[in-house]
């Protein structure tokens, strides 16, 4: 099982110089194709074309290279098998030991802005999936490698081992390699999918392929295991792609309310700021500054704040760090920091300090929540309400600051976890129900947890009121304004009370349940 020929063909050249020339000073012979070759040869690596060892040139620009028996008959034949040997010798076809191969950039190609559907076809990869495949099933007796990372480990061992690799790499080396295929063909079928999308709806199939980042310390809990993964052949996106510039290592727990506290900050073109525990906002507020929107925030429940994530959609300045440094705080997220604010934050060690641009953007593909023996699949909750969407429904109109006030709410509202009830003031929450099993123990949480006067704020629903006693129960504390879904059957004994109590409220038309 000595290595004695290696074929080597890859679009990642990392490490690709120094995997050559260590072969070529164990006597390696290497075949190589287009860019490979080139790479290679301007080091003065010595190789073989794949076209020279066939016999055959490549044909139909590109497309066919290594589609040969003289390619899969070495990697396939089986050492110990004298039927498989004898066929290679009557072909004059020699054993290939050792396949290193990596693909086209398949995702990268239709990231870029106006790719068209021919260019992504030309950049799916045949011959490499195929040689990847082959030199996997056959691992009892070669070796593939499809990882730069491994080139090491597999050199080390060949110089070690008389140009040969372990039977356990060789299995390692295989698994790795069926999770690089099957990851690709995810890739490709996920942007058919997309394509198609407008006209078909869901797909029938969703092919995941996901690639572990990070091992966690632990899940939800001490004794739950846990790690981060992220799409393979995807470029990186979204919280799994944020640059963390200070503090310990993010927990699972940790992962989640960045998800949440990133999702409701980037919702906002005015300066806002956000403070989430267990995924739920604990305090949201707008602000000429940052500070001003931490402080705000800060007001709505200061007690929940302890052991909470931050979030920012401005950059992060001294004066917002001096700050938030008066409270513990497991993490902060923002688009950027100042020198002087990294300068403040990072006198705290443990402080998990992330960075993440803006974008407002929506999250691409969809939202996927696992049951046991599936998954339910829906359609991202993108939808944004304005002014002109709002129906009002009662005899008094909103004024110009509570409709501000009604519309920031219905933000705050569609990332509580329902039944979600939230008061607003002054471009702030002033109090916040979330989870509960009735809309109305929702209103009263809220109410309680206020550290103001809730007379004159505006209340937001995340679904509509079944029974009239929540209005009446927002007029008891003062609520000016009220902005829900609508759609209940007691609809007009709701506007009724509404009317009643001279409180002014619209319908969205759009629910905002959050499970």
């Known amino acids: 099982m000595k290595i004695e020929t290696a074929l080597i063909s890859v679009s990642d050249k990392q490490g690709l110089v120094e995997l050559g020339r260590s072969l070529a000073e164990m006597g390696v012979k290497i075949l190589s194709t287009g860019g490979t070759g080139k790479a290679l040869k301007e080091a003065g690596v010595p190789f073989t074309k794949v076209s020279e060892h066939t016999g055959f040139p490549e044909i139909l620009n590109g497309r066919v290279k290594t589609l040969h028996p003289k390619i899969h008959g070495g990697i396939l034949a089986m050492h110990d098998s004298k039927e498989h040997q004898t066929t290679l010798e009557e072909h004059g076809i020699a054993p290939i030991g050792l396949v290193v191969v990596n693909l086209y950039p398949f995702s990268q190609t239709v990231a870029k802005e106006g790719v068209t559907v021919e260019e992504a076809i030309e950049n799916i990869d045949i011959g490499g999936p195929t040689m990847i495949r082959a030199a996997a099933k056959n691992h009892a007796h070669i070796s593939v490698v499809v990882d730069p990372g491994d080139y090491a480990c597999v050199v080390a061992e060949m110089k070690a081992g008389s140009g040969e690799v372990s039977k356990q790499t060789r299995w390692e080396l295989a698994r790795k390699a069926f999770h690089h295929t099957a990851a690709y063909d995810s890739a490709i079928s996920g942007y058919f999918e997309k394509v198609s999308s407008d006209e078909e709806g869901l797909p029938p199939v969703i092919n995941l392929s996901l690639k572990r980042e990070a091992t966690l310390r632990y899940g939800e809990n001490p004794h739950q295991r846990a790690g981060l993964y992220r799409s393979q052949f995807h470029p990186p996106t979204g919280i799994v792609s944020a640059l963390q510039k200070h503090g310990k290592q993010l927990s699972f727990n940790n992962y989640l309310d960045l998800q949440g506290a990133w999702g409701l900050i980037r ?42 994530i931050i979030a920012f959609n401005r950059e992060v300045d001294a004066e917002t760090s001096e700050e938030l440094s008066k409270l513990f705080v497991e993490a902060v997220i923002a688009p950027a920091y100042t020198g002087d604010a990294m300068e403040v934050l990072t006198k705290k060690k443990n402080i998990r300090i992330m960075e993440m641009p803006l974008t407002k953007a929506g999250h691409s593909g969809f939202d996927l929540k696992r049951i046991s023996g599936g998954v339910l699949v829906q359609d991202r909750d993108e939808y944004f309400v304005t002014e ?31 039944n979600a009830i939230v008061y607003v003031k002054g471009g702030k929450t002033v109090g916040i129900g979330a989870g509960q099993m009735s809309r109305v123990d929702s209103a009263k949480i809220a109410a309680d947890k206020a550290q103001e006067p809730l007379s004159g704020a505006v209340m937001a629903s995340d679904a509509f009121f079944p029974f009239r006693d929540g209005l009446d129960a927002a007029a008891e504390r003062g609520i000016r304004a009220v902005i829900e879904p609508g759609g209940s059957v007691r609809d007009e004994e709701v506007i009724a009370a509404a009317d009643e109590h001279g409180i002014a409220m619209v319908f969205t038309g759009i629910r905002h349940f959050r499970h």
């Open 267 to 308: 919702e906002f073109d005015e300066t806002a700021c956000a403070i989430i525990k267990h995924t739920n906002p604990c305090g949201a507020a707008l602000g000429s500054t940052p500070k001003e929107a931490y402080l705000k925030a800060l007001s709505c429940d200061p007690v929940s704040a302890f052991g909470s």
């Open 388 to 418: 002109k969407d709002l129906k009002v429904v009662t005899k008094r109109t909103p004024t110009k600051d509570e409709i501000a006030d009604l519309l920031f709410g219905w933000i705050i509202c569609k990332h509580v976890k329902s």
